[in-house]
C-alpha cells in the first residue's frame, strides 16, 4: 500500500530555514508525480510546489524564490527546503503522489514560524 510520512516540522523563528522530508514506498516512485502542499486554521489547502516535469518545479505564488523541493529517487525521498520563513508559513505540510490520475497524502507535519 501507498505510505507518505513527512519529517522535519517544527517551531523556527521569523527568517529561519527548515527542511521537510518525506519518505515513500508502496509504489513506484519515477511513476509519480511527487508533490507538497499546505493548510493553515481557517484557510484552504495550498498546492506549495509539485512537479510538472522531470526538469520542471511548479512553486506557488507565496513560496516563489524561497522554498526548493527536490527528491531523491534512489531512496524514494522527498525533500522541500524552506528559507526566509515567516508566520503565514505557519501550517500543516503534507507530502503528496499522483498515481495513474489518484491522488494520495501523507499524515502531515507541524510548521510554526513565531518568535
Known amino acids: 500500500q501507498v505510505q507518505l510520512v513527512e519529517s522535519g516540522g517544527n517551531l523556527v523563528q521569523p527568517g529561519g530555514s527548515l527542511k521537510l522530508s518525506c519518505e515513500s514506498s508502496?509504489?513506484?516512485?519515477?511513476?509519480?508525480?511527487m508533490k507538497w502542499s499546505r493548510q493553515a486554521p481557517g484557510q484552504e489547502r495550498e498546492l506549495v510546489a509539485g512537479f510538472i516535469s522531470p526538469l520542471r518545479i511548479f512553486y506557488g505564488d507565496s513560496v516563489k524564490g524561497r522554498f526548493t523541493m527536490s527528491k531523491d529517487s534512489a531512496k524514494n525521498m522527498v525533500y522541500l527546503q524552506m528559507s526566509s520563513l515567516q508566520p503565514e508559513d505557519t501550517a500543516v505540510y503534507y507530502c503528496?503522489?499522483?498515481?495513474?490520475?489518484?491522488?494520495?497524502w501523507g499524515q502531515g507535519t507541524q510548521v510554526t514560524v513565531s518568535s
Open positions: 508502496g509504489f513506484i516512485f519515477n511513476n509519480a508525480i
Open positions: 503528496g503522489a499522483r498515481i495513474y490520475g489518484r491522488d494520495f
